[in-house]
């Protein structure tokens, strides 16, 4: 079913394109290699192996316990390209991350966008630089010690460009998403639509020497056969990665907070290598910004980050008062932290708001500073979202680009529909205005501003965020992912708080006054936010913690 090397009009790359499609001519390859001329043009071949590797000697990373950083190629640069992203990658080596996430690089309609309306699989969106330059980047990112996760989206595609259903039963009746028809997993056809994504994915870490993969929204992935689809791509890498003899791996995006998703395919489980933890976030953002609109209802309290350090999952089978209904299942106590990414910000948690702003539009520099400090020193695999490690200023909005004047139209209506209520214009002022995902301002709004690096509380971040990493490679308490070694003491009713992590110790002041905290004798401060000191007396060693600070402190032992 619309396998590579079909009759549809396609050249081979570096020869002249056809420019139009032969009378009769099908639309687009669902495995397309290239599409030179956006998602409705004609395919073109691409050989993947023209690509001359320098990484011979990279053993590949783990997943696991890594420092993840989220980028989107769009918008990490001003030209917004592959390219011009490599310049950037010392940056990143210099922080301390292991492995670079790419958001979702398939073709799109349009110039700009997030990427999660693909529609060309096996196609890397054109603007970026294409497939080439999308190696480039890869073999450049593994000259700089960095593995790279490839951010892939099976549950759907996009509105615009999509023509699979004109090769055969990609989709079905039978399943429903929020985007429309489910993916056939399980009926008649299925086979071929399974091997279409266990195909791809394969091929992005075979031809294009990907890390790993994180997996869009999997609980939209509906499958009712036998193994589940996620069981069978994780089988899949698995081989590759024997045969390639490095470590590849599969990240899980996963509404269900079911530990499942990460048990090992022979105990039953899916077999992804981490999923994400989206109630460590709530459990963060909420307890440090006062939000409790929307999703952050059941959330914001030091019990709920308590469970949510403890336990990844807050909501674990008791009741979700946003679902309206009991949602999830407990975190068997030997799961290593390791498998869950946790983060204070991501794509979604920033572009999802009504204005796309950031925590750093409403923390202070000692809120941003805690929020990385729970994280970075948390049992979990941390990621970063681009910016944050110097707490960048600059929005990060939804933006789009389609060439359908009808689908622009309905995309910029609903989007300023969606955001009408939920409190945005009291926590933006009178007067806000739902930025137009297709104006080309709404784009540009969202490129970094690498400027801001030069500027003394930005730089001040920065150092912070690259030392709480350092301190994840030296102290062996900070890099275990035991979640029974992690304790959370403190109440609703004291600003200071303390997340023990075995013999290393976080102390938070969430206060505007200074606190002092007794800790034992010989404690040392290995990281410190506004200068805490220790003063030992006669009779028990004192942390005083400047208002809105944190510290890291190593016991005596």
């Known amino acids: 079913m619309g396998r590579s090397g079909g009759r549809h009009g396609r050249a081979r790359a570096g020869r002249p394109l056809r420019?139009?499609?032969?009378r009769g001519a099908r639309p687009t390859d669902p495995r397309s290699p290239r599409q030179p001329l956006g998602v409705h043009g004609p395919s073109q071949l691409f050989d993947a192996s023209v690509h001359d590797w320098d990484d011979d000697a990279w053993p590949g990373t783990s997943v696991l316990g890594s420092v993840i950083y989220e980028l989107h190629i769009g918008t990490f640069t001003a030209e917004g390209t592959f390219d011009s992203a490599i310049a950037r990658l010392g940056h990143l080596a210099d922080?301390?991350?292991?492995?670079?996430?790419?958001?979702?690089?398939?073709?799109?309609d349009g110039r700009h966008g997030w990427g999660y309306d693909g529609v060309d699989l096996f196609a890397v969106h054109e603007p970026y630089g294409g497939p080439a330059a999308f190696q480039r980047f890869v073999d450049a990112a593994h000259g700089h010690g960095l593995g790279v996760v490839?951010?892939?989206v099976y549950n759907h595609?996009?509105?615009t460009g999509n023509y699979t259903s004109t090769f055969g039963p990609y989709f079905t009746d039978d399943h429903h998403t929020p985007w429309g028809q489910g993916v056939n997993l399980d009926g008649t056809g299925s086979v071929e639509v399974r091997r279409w994504i266990v195909d791809n994915a394969v091929r992005w870490m075979r031809d294009f020497h990907v890390d790993a993969l994180r997996l869009d929204a999997v609980h939209a992935l509906i499958d009712d056969s036998d193994p589940h689809i996620l069981a069978?791509?994780?089988?899949a890498v698995a081989a590759l990665s024997r045969e390639v003899g490095r470590p590849l791996g599969l990240i899980a995006e996963s509404d269900e907070n079911d530990p499942r998703t990460v048990t090992g395919?022979?105990?039953?489980?899916?077999?992804?290598t981490a999923q994400w933890a989206d109630d460590v976030h709530h459990a963060v953002h909420a307890l440090l910004t006062g939000e409790r609109h929307g999703y952050y209802v059941d959330f914001g309290s030091v019990a709920v980050l308590r469970k949510a350090l403890t336990g990844a999952f807050v909501h674990d089978g008791d009741f979700s008062t946003f679902r309206g209904k009991d949602w999830g299942h407990p975190v068997p106590r030997d799961t290593d932290g390791h498998?869950?990414?946790a983060f204070a910000s991501d794509h979604?948690?920033?572009?999802?708001?009504?204005r796309g702003d950031r925590p750093s539009a409403s923390l202070d520099a000692g809120g941003l500073a805690m929020a990385a400090a729970l994280v970075l020193t948390s049992p979990f695999t941390p990621m970063l979202f681009m910016g944050e490690e110097w707490g960048a200023s600059t929005d990060w909005r939804f933006f789009a680009d389609f060439t359908d004047t009808d689908l622009a139209r309905a995309v910029s209506e609903g989007r300023a529909r969606e955001f009408s209520g939920h409190g945005w214009v009291d926590m933006y002022g009178e007067g806000f205005v739902v930025p137009d995902p297709q104006d080309p301002a709404t784009r540009d709004a969202s490129v970094l501003d690498w400027d801001e690096l030069g500027q003394a509380e930005h730089a001040r971040l920065l150092d912070w965020y690259r030392t709480l990493i350092d301190l994840r490679r030296s102290e062996s308490d900070i890099a275990s992912g035991q979640l029974d070694a992690t304790r959370v003491e403190g109440d609703d009713d004291s600003p200071v708080l303390e997340v023990v992590r075995g013999r290393v110790r976080v102390v938070l002041n969430r206060g505007t006054d200074a606190s002092a905290v007794p800790v034992a004798a010989g404690s040392t401060i290995l990281a410190g936010w506004a200068d805490p000191h220790l003063e030992a007396g006669d009779a028990e060693t004192t942390l005083t913690l400047p208002p809105r600070s944190v510290a890291v402190l190593r016991d005596a032992g």
């Open 157 to 159: 595609l996009g509105p």
């Open 150 to 152: 490839l951010d892939v």
């Open 232 to 235: 069978e791509l994780s089988d």
């Open 265 to 272: 395919t022979t105990s039953g489980g899916r077999g992804m």
């Open 339 to 341: 498998r869950f990414v």
């Open 95 to 108: 922080l301390g991350v292991d492995l670079v996430e790419v958001m979702p690089v398939a073709a799109f």
């Open 19 to 22: 420019l139009q499609r032969r």
């Open 348 to 354: 979604d948690q920033v572009g999802n708001r009504a």
